[in-house]
């Protein structure tokens, strides 16, 4: 009897401390999908960081609600090293910075390169900053479609494309383009260049024929960008923080944070790719479509 007891006492500490240890990880859980720092106290400003081709908004939108929500963060400074990336992915990061900055003061900083997209972004910045030797410009939008048609038909390859319309498989690798097509696509490139020079007049106060006599796709350098009114002061990232201190009222050097980063597993599980790869594994068989 003593022995069983014994047993039981053991089994129900055993148990006790699972589920202790489980609300552990469900609260750090929550916490990490919340954004919030577990302890925060007195005013920051909180840095983003933008690196590489810019190919998606997703992760930068998360980590800029995220120091919005955050009451101990006083201002947000946008570091930017990247030479461009996908339209639509750098207006989404564009129109966020806009819309924060009405709330909290925003400042982009450029480091090495900030170039196309990298500058698109910096846009939505209350306030521009860039080293004298920054690599910015490049406005402008290109399409770089290869055609590999001539090496399929040197090793016998043939395709076939079943198509709803003429210009359905428009921008396909397996033959040139028509002069229809090219046509096209210029139409698109001109719609999203004027896009990019009303943006910059709107957020710059210049005149778009003033702006596209430069907005031909060359770089300059920081120094350059100034003189043309594209940012406002030359400095690194601690001016910038100084800067968006200043704009928030704050004295001295703030606290500095950057936002919690999510754990590579838990960003698989939670991504809908997660369920993707389960069908792989159940399902023998796919009808896809190319929308």
């Given at each position: 009897?003593?022995s069983?007891?014994f047993?039981?006492?053991?089994l129900?500490f055993i148990g006790?401390?699972?589920?202790?240890?489980?609300?552990l990880?469900?609260?750090g859980f929550f916490?990490?999908l919340?954004?919030?720092?577990?302890?925060?106290?007195?005013?920051k400003?909180?840095i983003?960081?933008?690196k590489g081709?810019?190919?998606?908004a997703?992760?930068v939108?998360?980590?800029?609600?995220?120091?919005?929500k955050?009451d101990?963060v006083?201002?947000?400074?946008v570091?930017?090293?990247s030479?461009?990336g996908?339209v639509?992915?750098?207006?989404e990061?564009?129109?966020?910075?806009?819309?924060l900055?009405?709330?909290?003061p925003?400042v982009?900083?450029?480091g090495?390169?900030?170039?196309?997209g990298g500058l698109?972004?910096a846009l939505?910045?209350e306030?521009?900053?860039?080293s004298?030797?920054?690599l910015t410009g490049?406005?402008?939008?290109?399409?770089q479609i290869?055609?590999?048609s001539?090496?399929l038909?040197?090793?016998?390859?043939?395709a076939?494309v079943?198509k709803s319309?003429?210009?359905k498989?428009t921008?396909?690798?397996?033959?040139?383009l028509t002069e229809?097509?090219?046509?096209l696509?210029?139409?698109?490139i001109k719609d999203?260049?004027?896009?990019?020079?009303?943006?910059?007049?709107e957020?710059r106060?210049?005149?778009p024929e003033?702006i596209k006599?430069?907005?031909?796709?060359r770089?300059?350098?920081?120094k350059r960008?100034?003189?043309?009114?594209?940012?406002?002061?030359?400095?690194?990232?601690?001016?910038?923080?100084r800067?968006?201190?200043?704009l928030?009222g704050l004295?001295?050097?703030p606290?500095?944070?950057y936002p919690?980063?999510?754990?590579?597993w838990?960003?698989?599980?939670?991504?809908?790719?997660f369920s993707?790869a389960?069908?792989?594994?159940?399902a023998?068989?796919?009808?896809?479509?190319?929308l």
């Open positions: 009897m003593a069983r007891n047993w039981l006492t053991g129900a006790a401390l699972f589920l202790f240890f489980l609300l990880l469900l609260i916490l990490m919340r954004g919030q720092p577990a302890l925060s106290t007195g005013a400003i909180g983003v960081e933008i081709l810019i190919t998606e997703d992760g939108l998360r980590e800029l609600h995220q120091f919005a955050d101990s006083k201002a947000i400074v570091r930017i090293e030479p461009g996908s639509g992915a750098s207006q990061i564009y129109r966020e910075l806009k819309r900055r009405q709330k909290k925003v982009a900083s450029m090495s390169v900030a170039a196309s698109y972004v939505g910045a306030k521009i900053l860039a004298p030797g920054t490049s406005i402008g939008v290109m399409i290869p055609n590999v001539k090496l038909e040197k090793i016998g390859v043939e076939t079943i319309g003429p210009y498989d921008g396909s690798i397996l033959r040139p229809e097509e090219k046509a696509l210029y139409d698109t999203v260049y004027e896009q990019f020079v009303a943006t910059i007049a957020a106060h210049l005149e003033k006599k430069f907005a031909d796709g770089v300059f350098t920081g960008a100034k003189e043309l009114g594209l940012i406002d002061e030359l400095g690194n990232l601690e001016d910038a923080i800067l968006a201190a200043k928030a004295e001295g050097r606290q500095v944070v919690q980063k999510e754990k590579f838990l960003k698989w599980l939670m991504k809908e790719d993707g389960l069908a792989v594994l159940f023998p068989f796919y009808l896809l479509n190319n």
